[in-house]
């Protein structure tokens, strides 16, 4: 005979809150004395209702169900609730079963339970599956913000936040690839801060770091719509890629960026940009750096024209 000798939890490091739905008061007492060995505070609700109430309110590490509720109500219907909730959709979910259950131990994995335990529980096979369960949604959770970490990374601007020159572009290939399809408009904003050398020359470069960031919150507030991208190309230079605007809606928001940029006063410093306008030719096959080299040109006639000013070509 195997005797089955008790590990304790104290292998395990948890902490945090479950929530239990169990419609016995007995049974939750049993198991919330259990769970603080573990480090968890359960909270307990006795319906569906009361589970879902508590949810409102508080994060949970890990919820629990029993599969058989009073009034007609069922684990399988919670399972199912959280996992048709988007807010649910990584919260690992145990669900307790009876032992001879085995039609409801598979529909509760089928509606989205992560695992199951079976009546009697045993505590070192109840601390083990909660373990597992809770280390691994906390793997996952933290593999997903290294990953996005990874792609902002790649994709932003450390400075502003904006998105990077590869990025755009290759963005912009996609978009002008789906414009050229459709026919549709698309245009492109060459933005280059005035005098900037000197902003970093009297100031500091750290005021200056501090001026662009300023531009770029604005940038971002001016162009917050879906269709409207903005990155930072390099030093004090943006690019505005601005899907669905012909050439006249284009240089009237260009316009409007002059007008906001020169009321903006970033640091108290008077501020102005001149910017350069394109639009993919109408009933041509145009591509990003052919519209780019447009706006660009046309920023360098800003330029020559006095700055604080947009020129479409």
């Given at each position: 005979?195997?005797?089955?000798?008790?590990?304790?939890?104290?292998?395990?490091?948890?902490?945090?809150?479950a929530?239990?739905?169990?419609?016995?008061?007995?049974?939750?007492?049993?198991?919330?004395?259990?769970?603080?060995?573990?480090?968890?505070?359960?909270?307990?609700?006795?319906?569906?209702?009361?589970?879902?109430?508590?949810?409102?309110?508080?994060?949970?590490?890990?919820?629990?169900?029993d599969i058989?509720?009073?009034?007609?109500?069922?684990?399988?219907?919670?399972?199912?609730?959280?996992?048709?909730?988007?807010?649910?959709?990584?919260?690992?979910?145990?669900?307790?079963?009876?032992?001879?259950?085995?039609?409801?131990r598979?529909?509760?994995?089928?509606?989205?339970?992560?695992?199951?335990?079976?009546?009697?529980?045993?505590?070192?096979?109840?601390?083990?599956?909660?373990?597992?369960?809770?280390?691994?949604?906390?793997?996952?959770?933290?593999?997903?913000?290294?990953?996005?970490?990874?792609l902002?990374?790649?994709?932003?601007?450390?400075?502003?936040?904006?998105?990077?020159?590869?990025?755009?572009?290759?963005?912009?290939?996609?978009?002008?690839?789906?414009?050229?399809?459709?026919?549709?408009?698309?245009?492109?904003?060459?933005?280059?801060?005035?005098?900037?050398?000197?902003?970093?020359?009297?100031?500091?470069?750290?005021?200056?770091?501090?001026?662009?960031k300023?531009?770029?919150?604005?940038?971002?507030?001016?162009?917050?719509?879906?269709?409207?991208?903005?990155?930072?190309?390099?030093?004090?230079?943006?690019?505005?890629?601005?899907?669905?605007?012909?050439?006249?809606?284009?240089?009237?928001?260009?316009?409007?960026?002059?007008?906001?940029?020169?009321?903006?006063?970033?640091?108290?410093?008077?501020?102005?940009?001149?910017?350069?306008?394109?639009?993919?030719a109408?009933?041509?096959?145009?591509?990003?750096?052919?519209?780019?080299?447009?706006?660009?040109?046309?920023?360098?006639?800003?330029?020559?024209?006095?700055?604080?000013?947009?020129?479409?070509?």
């Amino acid at each position: 005979m195997h005797t089955l000798i008790p590990l304790g939890p104290f292998r395990y490091n948890i902490s945090g809150k479950a929530l239990y739905l169990e419609d016995s008061l007995t049974v939750a007492k049993a198991t919330d004395a259990k769970l603080k060995r573990l480090g968890l505070q359960m909270d307990h609700a006795f319906s569906i209702a009361q589970a879902m109430q508590l949810l409102s309110s508080n994060k949970y590490e890990l919820i629990m169900t029993d599969i058989v509720l009073q009034d007609n109500e069922t684990g399988i219907d919670f399972i199912r609730d959280l996992r048709a909730d988007s807010r649910f959709a990584q919260t690992p979910i145990l669900a307790v079963t009876s032992l001879e259950s085995i039609n409801r131990r598979i529909q509760a994995l089928q509606s989205g339970a992560n695992d199951y335990i079976s009546k009697p529980v045993l505590d070192e096979e109840l601390f083990a599956r909660i373990n597992n369960l809770i280390s691994s949604t906390r793997l996952i959770e933290q593999l997903t913000r290294e990953r996005q970490r990874l792609l902002e990374l790649a994709t932003k601007d450390h400075l502003t936040g904006l998105y990077n020159r590869h990025f755009l572009t290759e963005l912009a290939k996609r978009r002008f690839a789906d414009a050229n399809r459709q026919q549709t408009a698309l245009s492109v904003l060459v933005i280059d801060i005035d005098h900037f050398k000197q902003i970093n020359d009297q100031h500091g470069h750290q005021v200056g770091d501090k001026v662009l960031k300023r531009i770029a919150v604005m940038l971002q507030t001016l162009f917050a719509a879906e269709d409207r991208y903005v990155a930072r190309f390099g030093g004090e230079e943006f690019v505005v890629l601005l899907t669905g605007y012909d050439l006249q809606s284009a240089t009237e928001q260009a316009c409007q960026l002059c007008q906001s940029l020169h009321q903006l006063q970033p640091e108290g410093i008077v501020t102005s940009a001149s910017i350069g306008v394109a639009t993919l030719a109408t009933g041509q096959e145009e591509y990003f750096d052919e519209v780019f080299a447009r706006a660009d040109k046309a920023l360098y006639l800003a330029k020559q024209q006095g700055r604080n000013r947009a020129i479409a070509l």
